[in-house]
């Protein structure tokens, strides 16, 4: 039974418990994987997936999906209908599209949180022109990387 009504907000944890036979009741931790979005980040991305989505465009299990959101290679938020999602521009056929791990790095290395990187992926820029994500399409990675470098300084 868990402890918390519904899924633990960012950053949070939830105590779920349960029964262990011949332990009796224990408890463990699950970890909230995905940040909470607003609703105008929301209508500034457009197409979502979700993750189950995500596993069968990319050909592999949910489990690795999740694995791809542990290690930073993907982003998923918690959209303001509570449903978790993957912007649908991530992907390009059965693939993540070139790039977008390594600026993911990036922005996060900027200290950049999940709603703030995805939010600057798809706010247009004039110097590139158009959105991050779109020059990230395009295979204009670099020009992308430098800008987000440029905004740790």
């Known amino acids: ?10 950053g949070e944890y939830a105590l779920i418990d349960g029964n262990v036979t011949g332990l009796g009741t224990a408890g463990t931790w699950e970890i909230g994987l995905v940040a909470q979005i607003d609703p105008v980040t929301d209508a500034l991305v457009g197409d979502w997936l979700s993750l189950p989505e995500v596993a069968a465009r990319l050909g592999i299990p949910s489990s ?3 694995q791809l959101l542990r290690d930073r290679k993907l982003l998923a938020v918690t959209r303001p209908a509570g449903g978790r999602g993957v ?3 991530f992907l390009e056929g059965a693939q993540i599209i070139k790039g977008l791990c390594g600026t993911l790095t990036v922005l996060f290395d900027c200290g950049f949180d999940e709603k703030e990187a995805l939010r600057w992926l798809f706010t247009a820029d004039d110097t590139l022109p158009g ?3 779109e020059a990230l399409c395009s295979r204009r990675g670099t020009e992308v990387n430098r800008r987000a470098q440029a905004l740790a300084f």
């Not at 039974?1 to 960012?10: D, G, K, L, Q, V």
């Open 64 to 66: 690795r999906v999740k």
């Open 1 to 10: 039974m868990r402890r918390t009504a519904s899924h633990p907000a960012e």
């Open 87 to 89: 912007p649908a521009a």
């Open 131 to 133: 959105t991050p994500i």
